[in-house]
C-alpha cells in the first residue's frame, strides 16, 4: 500500500466484507419463519458428491411457516429428505408427490433466548473482525510515517479517518443485531 487514501479504501472494503458476512451469517440464523436460505447448510449426495441441497432442487417459501423443496431429478427426493432430517436443523420433512414439505417449528421462549444469545456472539466477532482492520490500516499509515511517506499531520487525519469508519461499521452491526434480535423475539 503506498498512500493514505489507498489504505483507507482498502480499509473500508474489507470493513464491508465483514459486515456482509454477518448479514449472511445472521440470515443462518432461524427465526421460526420459514427462510431458504436455513436449507444452505445441508449437502445431498448427487451421483457420489455431496453438494449444497440448492444444487439439486428448488427452493421455496409455502407459506410463513412451510419451505418447499422440489428436486429437480425424480430419485433425489428421498436423498434430500434424508439429508435434510440428518442436518443438525431438527427438521422434519415429509414427501408428498414430487414436492417435499419443510415445516418450521415454532420456537420456545428458551430457544429463543439461546439464538438471541448466537445473534449477539456473532455481532461481537463482527465488530473484532473491523477493529481488527482499523488496527491493521493504523499500522499501514504509521508505517508510511516513518517510512517518510506521510507526514504526522496526515497520520493523524488519517487515524481519526479510519475511527469514524470504524464507529460507522459498527453502529452497522448493532443495527443489524438488534433487528436480528427484535426479529427472534417476536411471533
Known amino acids: 500500500m503506498s498512500t493514505i487514501p489507498e489504505i483507507k479504501k482498502t480499509a473500508e472494503q474489507k ?7 454477518l448479514r449472511a451469517n445472521l440470515a ?26 440448492s444444487q ?16 429437480w431429478e425424480k430419485g433425489m427426493g428421498a436423498k434430500i429428505e ?14 408428498h408427490g414430487d414436492l417435499i414439505r419443510v415445516p418450521i417449528p415454532p420456537m420456545t421462549e428458551e430457544r429463543r433466548r439461546e439464538l438471541t444469545k448466537v445473534v449477539k456472539a456473532e455481532g461481537e466477532h463482527a465488530k473484532v473482525a473491523i ?9 499501514h ?18 487515524q481519526d479517518d479510519i475511527q469514524k469508519l470504524t464507529d460507522r461499521m459498527i453502529a452497522e452491526v448493532d443495527k443489524l443485531v438488534a433487528a436480528k434480535e427484535a426479529d427472534i423475539m417476536a411471533i
Open 56 to 71: 439439486v432442487a428448488n427452493l421455496s417459501l409455502l407459506d410463513a411457516r412451510t419451505i418447499g423443496v422440489a428436486p
Open 28 to 53: 443462518k440464523v432461524r427465526t421460526g419463519r420459514a427462510n431458504p436460505a436455513l436449507l444452505d447448510t445441508v449437502q445431498v449426495e448427487y451421483y457420489g458428491t455431496m453438494v449444497p441441497i
Open 82 to 95: 434424508k439429508a435434510i432430517r440428518e442436518s443438525d436443523l431438527g427438521l422434519n420433512p415429509a414427501a
Open 131 to 139: 477493529r481488527n482492520l482499523r488496527r491493521e490500516a493504523n499500522e
Open 15 to 21: 470493513m464491508q466484507q465483514s459486515l456482509e458476512a
Open 141 to 158: 499509515v504509521k508505517r508510511l510515517v516513518k517510512d517518510k511517506l506521510a507526514s504526522e499531520d496526515e497520520e493523524r487525519r488519517a
